[in-house]
C-alpha cells in the first residue's frame, strides 16, 4: 500500500524557513508521476504550493513562487518543501500528494497532513 | 490569474441529490477533478478526469463538465457524504484549486 508521510517542525518562528519532507512507501518516486505540496491554513480552502518531477522539473504557485523551493531526493525516495520568510499568514495544515499527470493533472494520494504553526 | 468558483455551501436531505458546482472561465474545455475532504482527514480524490471515479469511490458520485461548469453529483446522499469538497483543474502550468463547498446533509 503506497503511503505518503510529512515530517517535519511543527512551530517555525516568523521570518525563518519552513521545512518539511515527504517520505513515500511502497512506491518508487521515479515512477512517472509528480509529486505535490498543498496547504489549508485554518479556517480556509486548499492552497496548493508546487510540485515536482523526480528529474527536477518543478512547478509553482505563482503567489508563492519566491518563496518556495521544492526539491527530490530519489535515493531516499521524498521530496521536501522549504518556504522562506514565513510570516503568522503561513500557517496551516501541509498536505504532501501523488498527482497523476495523464492527460489531466490531479492528485490521487494524499498523505495525512501536517500542521505547521508561524509563532 | 485562472479561478474556480464554488457555492460556499449546498443542504440537502439524505437520500435527495446534491450537486455541487464550479465555474471557470471555458472549465469544459480543460479536465476538472474533485475531493472530499472531511474534518480531521486527508482529503480524497472522488472524480477526475470530468466523469471518472476512482476505485472504491460509490457509483453514487458523478460527475460532469460543459462550457464554464463543472458539477459533481451525489445520488441518494448519506450522512457519511458530509464534508467539504472542492474542484481542481490545471491552467497554464499551475494547479487551480477552487474555495470549497460544505456540503451538510440534514
Known amino acids: 500500500q503506497v503511503q505518503l508521510q510529512e515530517s517535519g517542525p511543527g512551530l517555525v518562528k516568523p521570518s525563518q524557513t519552513l521545512s518539511l519532507t515527504c517520505s513515500v512507501s511502497?512506491?518508487?518516486?521515479?515512477?512517472?508521476?509528480?509529486w505535490g505540496w498543498i496547504r489549508q491554513p485554518p479556517g480556509k480552502g486548499l492552497e496548493w504550493i508546487g510540485s515536482?518531477?523526480?528529474?527536477?522539473?518543478?512547478y509553482y504557485n505563482p503567489s508563492l513562487k519566491s518563496r518556495v523551493t521544492i526539491s527530490v531526493d530519489t535515493s531516499e525516495n521524498q521530496f521536501s518543501l522549504k518556504l522562506s520568510s514565513v510570516t503568522a499568514a503561513d500557517t496551516a495544515v501541509y498536505y504532501c500528494?501523488?498527482?497523476?499527470?495523464?492527460?489531466?493533472?490531479?492528485?490521487?494520494?494524499w498523505g495525512r497532513g501536517t500542521l505547521v504553526t508561524v509563532s | 490569474s485562472y479561478e474556480l468558483t464554488q457555492p460556499p455551501s449546498v443542504a440537502v436531505s439524505p437520500g435527495q441529490t446534491a450537486s455541487i458546482t464550479c465555474s471557470g472561465d471555458k472549465l469544459g474545455n480543460k479536465y476538472a477533478s474533485w475531493y472530499q475532504h472531511k474534518s480531521g482527514q486527508s482529503p480524497v480524490l472522488v472524480m477526475y478526469q470530468d466523469s471518472k471515479r476512482p476505485s472504491g469511490i460509490p457509483e453514487r458520485f458523478s460527475g460532469s463538465n460543459s462550457g464554464n461548469t463543472a458539477t459533481l453529483t451525489i445520488s441518494g446522499t448519506q450522512a457519511m457524504d458530509e464534508a467539504d469538497y472542492y474542484c481542481q483543474a490545471w491552467d497554464s502550468s499551475a494547479v487551480v484549486i477552487g474555495g470549497g463547498t460544505k456540503l451538510t446533509v440534514l
Open positions: 500528494a501523488r498527482m497523476a499527470t495523464v492527460l489531466s493533472w490531479y492528485f490521487d494520494l
Open positions: 515536482i518531477y523526480h528529474g527536477g522539473n518543478t
Open positions: 511502497n512506491y518508487s518516486i521515479t515512477t512517472g508521476h509528480y
